[in-house]
Nanobody, 126 residues
Framework: QVQLVESRGGLVQAGDSLRLSCAASARTFSTAFINAMAWFRHTPGSVREFVATIDRNGGNTYYGDSVKGRFTISRDNDKNTLYLQMNSLKPEDTADYYC????????????????WGQGTRVTVSS
């Protein structure tokens, strides 16, 4: 099974920036089982929310409406690592952030995800 390990999140103030990373197990990005990767987030009082996704070669990206213009997803296939650059953070961005990977060209729904990271906590204070 593919293993995805997120970096530690943190506690930041509104308006700050934070970069998350997700390291995949060896050969993950070069296998037929991994194409698109994505970030989702979840809070106890809400459903799982799509954040961003990126295709295998990094040429196409899509973002959830709530993060457009503030977050940037990227990947470094040589390092088997996915990134999420979060700028202008808001208190409503507070959530557990999950790295995801799958066979599909894009991953905008959780049902399309084949592999999940364990999640990392991001807390944004006002």
């Amino acid at each position: 099974q593919v293993q995805l390990v997120e970096s530690r999140g943190g506690l930041v103030q509104a308006g700050d920036s934070l970069r998350l990373s997700c390291a995949a197990s060896a050969r993950t990005f070069s296998t037929a089982f991994i194409n698109a990767m994505a970030w989702f987030r979840h809070t106890p009082g809400s459903v799982r929310e799509f954040v961003a996704t990126i295709d295998r070669n990094g040429g196409n990206t899509y973002y959830g409406d709530s993060v457009k213009g503030r977050f940037t997803i990227s990947r470094d296939n040589d390092k088997n690592t996915l990134y999420l650059q979060m700028n202008s953070l808001k208190p409503e961005d507070t959530a557990d952030y999950y790295c995801a990977a799958g066979r599909g060209p894009v991953l905008t729904r959780g049902t399309a995800v084949d592999y999940w990271g364990q999640g990392t906590r991001v807390t944004v204070s006002s």
